[in-house]
């Protein structure tokens, strides 16, 4: 997968401009932030809450038999 070089950010960022105008920048750039920081927040309590489903599983699980 190419990666995006200097000049190919520039003409996003070039476009979006054009669509969207100076003026609406910081308010895409802010509800941009605020997703992805949404995003991981709720990425966070999906691992924290398996981690706990799974440690109480295992706890009510009686330990397996020694087959020797």
Known sequence: MPSLGWQELLLILLIVIIIFGAGK????GG???RGI????????????E???????????????????
Do not use: M, V, Y
């Open 31 to 33: 509800a941009l932030g």
């Open 37 to 48: 920081k949404e995003f991981r927040q709720a990425t966070r309590d999906e691992s924290e």
């Open 25 to 28: 920048l910081p308010e895409i």
């Open 50 to 68: 398996h981690e706990e489903t799974t440690t109480e599983t295992a706890a009510r699980e009686p330990a397996p038999k020694d087959l020797s």
